[in-house]
């Protein structure tokens, strides 16, 4: 039995679907089934009763959550009052992007050093003027917005996608042309912002000046305009919607042909505390693991 199996089984126990667990973990969720079913065996008691996606904890199991959130408690006690640099500080991120994946790497991070302080400004709500111990952004924020000289590791590429209603005329199309969608479509198009200096920016490369008469930053306005209009909208493949996915259709641009790069940043001339230095080699091997595109 590892301290990583205890950790796994109570996660499996709060979601009660390993699916669900296995995204949180970051892990596939066939090698999460068999590191429960190795522990059950090791145990030689069954702690789940499976019914389809759903799973319970048996009586058993149930007397065994106890135990392990007990263990895992104490192990990090142990940590904050043993290790010889433990790990101390605050970190301050920026995350300039509406990205359920990067949201799951702070959320992962936060979950395995529970005892460290982590503030998180989101998309439109980063100030500028602030000084982030990490920024999660794209070359486009980087040159135009983060005042300085920074170091990166690059995460992944995310392709622009035009996103519609699913029942829009544009709907059973696999991919479109820009320029073309433009003399046909009206734009939903944010207000005065970062994203909306780049959304700009990638309408001048497909050579186009769409109509709009609807601007919103307000992200649940922007999902019910889409739901319930012709409007046709430019987003990041990966970026979230605020409403049912059901609802919505993302078709590929073909034209121009561009995938923005996401990167962790962080100032060149700042000393890296061991925090902040776990903190990069965590996120490096989170997107290692989840590789994406």
């Known amino acids: ?68 959130r007990q263990c895992t408690h104490n192990f990090s006690r142990m940590q904050r009052n043993f290790l010889k640099e433990p790990l101390q ?34 998309a439109h709500k980063v100030d500028h003027t602030r000084s982030y111990s990490f920024f999660f952004g794209t070359e486009f924020y980087e040159s135009n917005f983060l005042n300085g000289t920074f170091n990166s590791i690059p995460l992944y590429e995310e392709p622009m996608t035009l996103v519609v209603n699913k029942n829009h005329p544009l ?8 320029s073309k969608v433009a003399v046909d479509y009206e734009f939903l198009l944010p207000q005065e912002t970062d994203y909306t200096s780049f959304i700009e920016k990638f309408l001048t490369m497909a050579s186009c000046s769409p109509t709009s008469h609807f601007r919103t930053n307000d992200m649940t306005i922007h999902a019910s305009v889409l739901a319930n209009t012709n409007y046709v909208a430019i987003t990041p493949a990966y970026s979230i919607i605020h409403g049912p996915s059901h609802l919505y259709k993302h078709i590929k ?30 996120v490096e091997d989170f997107f290692e693991k989840n590789r994406i595109g």
């Not at 709907?171 to 820009?178: E, H, I, N, R, Y």
């Not at 925090?275 to 965590?282: A, D, G, M, R």
């Open 1 to 68: 039995m590892t301290f990583d199996q205890l950790q796994y089984f109570i996660v499996i126990a709060e979601n009660k679907n390993m699916t669900k667990a296995a995204q949180q973990l970051n892990m596939v969720q066939p090698a999460l089934s068999r590191t429960i079913q190795r522990l059950e065996r090791e145990l030689g008691i069954e702690l789940f009763d499976r019914k389809g996606k759903s799973i319970e904890l048996t009586d058993e199991g149930k007397t065994f959550l106890q135990f392990a």
């Open 253 to 282: 641009i073909e034209e121009p042909d561009y995938k923005r790069k996401i990167s962790l940043y962080w100032y060149a001339d700042k000393v890296l505390t061991p925090l902040e230095e776990t903190f990069i080699q965590f």
């Open 89 to 122: 500080g605050t970190l301050t991120i920026g995350n300039m992007l509406e990205n359920d994946t990067i949201n799951r790497a702070i959320v992962a991070f936060a979950n395995a050093y529970d005892y460290v302080n982590i503030e998180v400004s989101s």
């Open 171 to 178: 709907a059973d199309c696999d991919s479109v042309k820009l």
